[in-house]
């Protein structure tokens, strides 16, 4: 599968659910684990060459290319208990690969199942080797998608962080002009977040929907949804700016959830209706993460461009 974005932030104090599906698995082109270093230590150049164009957290001289599993996907191994360190639901891998191989005693993955953490295991690249196996599942294509569900994902509950991975793409093809967004459910995610990071004025480029089985509506640039198996950006035939969204959520506002009262199966009499309570509605209008907004910026080389560092600085 293409690496989930949800990696891009979590919800502290909250216990999440595996980032992969079961029999699926993601390859994390980032260094990842000790020793970690401060971006100061590192500096600005060392930093560009390990793709990171401004200040985010610590960075990694770890190995890259981790692959990541679902916990339940692992067999023939144990946890190393002196490593096992947690802040309070769990562990987190801060003590360095926590799972040794049952038949040799070598550390090759890390467990992550704390709270504010995904659920996940990530395993040493150099101390694992790929077996021949089952034939990998067949890629999909773009219009087998919408018909087959592949777009729904239950991590889509957080959508909160693609939608801030999201912003800030949409930021970026901006380039700095006034973005108005369709009314709808992308003007109600996003339009109250652009409004305060991007300037009002004349001259606005429209920002929409597009994809597939949804059309290609009239507008400069239109939120797309990357192919949740091999991490394709789809491609619109007319002239917009494509900008790359999680697919899971992209079908979300593509094609929200219809709720009835009505009977699904059966029938009850001419004008009597179901009385029993519809799904709560959010307490609150979900925001884009201000935390996956600056995570994918300063991923993006044009974070280094003076009116981008600017907002990226301030926040959200």
Request: charged share 20%; net charge negative; aromatic share 8%.
């Amino acid at each position: 599968m293409a690496l989930p974005i949800h990696l891009a932030d979590t919800h502290w104090e909250e216990l999440h659910p595996p980032l992969l599906e079961a029999g699926t698995y993601a390859v994390d082109p980032e260094p990842y684990g000790q020793p970690w270093r401060r971006w100061d230590e590192v500096g600005a150049q060392e930093a560009v060459k390990r793709g990171r164009f401004a200040p985010f957290g610590a960075l990694s001289d770890g190995p890259s290319d981790s692959v990541l599993l679902a916990p339940g996907d692992m067999r023939g191994t144990g946890l190393i208990l002196e490593r096992a360190g947690g802040y309070c639901m769990g562990i987190d891998g801060r003590d360095g690969p926590n799972l040794a191989c049952l038949g040799c005693d070598l550390p090759v993955a890390t467990r992550m199942d704390d709270c504010g953490c995904w659920q996940v295991v990530r395993l040493v690249p150099q101390a694992v080797v790929r077996l021949p196996g089952p034939p990998e599942r067949p890629v999909m294509d773009w219009a087998e998608l919408p018909a087959t569900g592949a777009l729904w994902h239950r991590l889509s509950e957080y959508r909160d962080i693609p939608a801030g991975a999201a912003l800030a793409q949409v930021v970026v093809a901006a380039g700095g002009a006034p973005v108005e967004a369709a009314p709808g459910p992308v003007a109600a995610l996003l339009g109250l977040a652009l409004g305060a990071l991007l300037p009002a004025g004349e001259g606005a480029k429209r920002l929409d929907l597009a994809g597939p089985g949804f059309g290609e509506p009239a507008a400069d640039l239109v939120l797309v949804p990357v192919h949740p198996q091999t991490g394709d950006i789809w491609q619109p035939h007319t002239g917009a700016v494509p900008v790359p969204m999680d697919a899971a959520l992209w079908a979300e506002l593509a094609f929200p959830p219809h709720r009835t009262r009505l009977p699904v199966v059966g029938g009850l009499p001419a004008g009597v209706e179901r009385d029993d309570p519809l799904p709560p509605h959010p307490w609150y209008p979900v925001q884009p993460s201000g935390e996956a907004f600056r995570y994918t910026l300063a991923r993006m080389p044009a974070v280094r461009e003076p009116w981008l560092r600017a907002i990226y600085d301030r926040g959200y």
